[in-house]
């Protein structure tokens, strides 16, 4: 064995952060306001009707809404969002910007905001995916507990996914890690950047799940003023 200590030469680089806090301030009123968007997602619920026709109403009947999420219309407009969505662009460009991006000639907007709600007869679920065309993404917690699902991050590098060796311990975090995942509370942020895989394993249905979740573009300043010398 070479008698070297590396960790004292060892240097890392291309890190994917993650960046999750406690933020209660919006909690209440967001969670308020979201029941409206939440029940309106049911009521317009679509493969509830096609359930029905497919498998017969005894059949749809039991299994009842097992296995759905329950989205909301996008929510980037709505007044009653006005302060949280200022503070979600705020905190994204501050990450940006602590990155290295240069965001002297961007402007952030957000391309998706919605608020979303797992089936309580359990098996909401999403599988692996990201948000292309975006920068940062994130989800607000509003009711999850340490019964509900929660979210998964993938290793985004395919280079290092295909030629990953077997680790000696897959429930310690290492460097060779290739999914990591968050145990929320109501009012946990986390924000990331959008190329990142993320997940959310099948829900079992124990107690209420519900987030908002948001996708920001950065966008070059010069093509928002062509848009706007059109519009004029």
Not at 1 to 25: C, G, R, V, W
Not at 74 to 97: M, P, R, W
Not at 149 to 162: C, K, L, T
Not at 216 to 229: F, G, H, M, P, R
Request: a positive charge; glycine letters at 4%.
């Amino acid at each position: 064995m070479i008698n070297i200590d590396l960790k004292s030469f060892t240097e890392y680089f291309f890190k994917s952060p993650i960046y999750a806090f406690q933020k209660e301030n919006f909690l209440n009123k967001i969670n308020k306001v979201s029941d409206k968007y939440i029940l309106e997602a049911k009521n317009n619920n679509k493969i509830l009707i096609d359930r029905e026709k497919t498998w017969g109403k005894k059949i749809s009947k039991q299994k009842k809404d097992h296995g759905l999420v329950y989205h909301s219309k996008s929510l980037i407009n709505e007044t009653e969002f006005l302060e949280f969505n200022n503070f979600v662009i705020d905190i994204s460009k501050n990450i940006l910007d602590i990155q290295g991006f240069d965001l002297t000639n961007y402007t952030l907007y957000f391309t998706e905001l919605w608020v979303q709600e797992f089936s309580k007869t359990g098996g909401g679920n999403h599988n692996t995916h990201i948000h292309s065309d975006n920068h940062i993404s994130g989800f607000y917690f509003l009711k999850c507990s340490d019964k509900t699902s929660f979210p998964i991050f993938h290793d985004p590098r395919p280079g290092a996914v295909m030629t990953k060796l077997p680790q000696k311990n897959t429930q310690n975090i290492t460097i060779v890690s290739d999914m990591i995942n968050y145990k929320p509370t109501p009012g946990t942020f986390v924000f990331f950047n959008s190329y990142l895989p993320h997940e959310f394993p099948v829900d079992n249905g124990i107690d209420n799940f519900r987030f908002v979740h948001f996708n920001i573009q950065a966008i070059k300043n010069e093509i928002l003023n062509k848009d706007l010398t059109k519009s004029k």
